[in-house]
């Protein structure tokens, strides 16, 4: 293996944030760019049947979710970059041999870490929906009310490092293997931007199918940002479930938009 850079010298330090940045918007701009060009300009008619409520024009909603999205970007690179020095570090638990805890870790530590940022998740939500703290936190993303793939990253500053800091937190705990890491940064990308559709993508009745009753998709996060109070999800539906936080919408709307749209 060859000898790396020193990513704690601050000229490397940089180049690591600059090359996350292009990684990071880069994917993020790949995904949301797709399903904005195949459920917004194939199905813009039946998409702007759903656009209730708006309080900012198309153009000036996309200018501002840029923004953000951008400043968002630069904070999960900066994240990145800080957690290459823990590893160079020896601080955290990532490993980059497959067999070292066993083959069948690499999915077992991928579904632990994704229960853990669920929950982080869930909770944190809950606590940015307090209103002296939402003023401050959650209002910039929640100024889309009716949401758009670029909806995703569309943070305040102070947001995004609480949503950056879970996973470094994690794997000093958890031991994954990098790749595994690199899966759920995906994951969390395709998810995030697929909860933000508004349109949904998933067939009629899915909610009511084994997986489908417990993945979070566009319409149980539409009314999240509609209603406040209910879907505070990030993955998945059992902490709302839980906690009787799951909207009392949520099934007979599913019934209505899946009619929408066929994929």
């Known amino acids: 293996m060859p000898t790396l850079p020193n990513f704690a010298d601050p000229i490397t330090f940089i180049l690591v944030v600059l090359g996350m940045f292009i990684v990071v918007i880069g994917r993020y701009f790949l995904i949301a760019g797709m399903f904005h060009a195949v459920f917004y300009w194939w199905g813009k008619q039946k998409w702007q049947q759903r656009r209730l409520g708006k309080k900012l024009t198309d153009q000036q909603q996309f200018k501002k979710e840029i923004k953000w999205s951008m400043v968002t970007g630069l904070i999960f690179s900066i994240a990145g970059a800080l957690t290459s020095v823990l590893w160079q570090k020896g601080f955290t638990q990532l490993y980059t041999e497959p067999t070292q805890y066993g083959l069948l870790y690499l999915p077992v530590s991928l579904a632990i870490s994704m229960l853990v940022h669920e929950t982080y998740y869930y909770w944190l ?138 994929v």
């Open 125 to 262: 939500h809950r606590w940015m929906h307090r209103p002296k703290v939402f003023k401050v936190l959650h209002k910039v993303h929640h100024d889309s009310s009716t949401t758009s793939p670029f909806t995703a990253f569309s943070f305040h500053p102070l947001e995004g490092v609480l949503q950056a800091m879970i996973l470094p937190l994690t794997i000093l705990l958890l031991p994954m293997h990098v790749y595994v890491l690199l899966v759920q940064l995906t994951i969390m990308t395709f998810s995030s931007v697929i909860n933000h559709l508004e349109i949904e993508i998933y067939p009629k009745n899915f909610n009511k199918s084994i997986l489908g009753r417990w993945l979070i998709g566009a319409t149980h996060h539409s009314l999240h940002h509609k209603q406040f109070k209910y879907n505070y999800g990030l993955y998945f539906t059992f902490w709302d479930k839980w906690k009787k936080t799951e909207s009392p919408k949520f099934e007979a709307l599913f019934a209505e938009k899946t009619g929408y749209i066929q």
